[in-house]
């Protein structure tokens, strides 16, 4: 079992992702909603700036992560990692 929770999720996940049938934006839907819940958790006056760190945190994931993938081209698919 890993330690990183963002690995953990992806064990979960690995076998659906690379299902030949695997519905992505399905999946995303529901790894979303887990996001929905966690900020249900907080009070509703911290709901605002959590929405916010969450899309930050998105936004700046996406353009390291293709800038990772750029970066290795040609080197053969590996999966982004920690
Ligand atoms: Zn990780």
Redesign the pocket.
Known sequence: M?E????EI?DVLESRLEAEDANIAEIAAKVTEVLADIILMVPPADRGMLIADILANLGQFVLEKNEEAMEQAGAGPRRL??
Do not use: N, R
């Open positions: 890993s990183c929770i963002h690995c992806h990692g920690h």
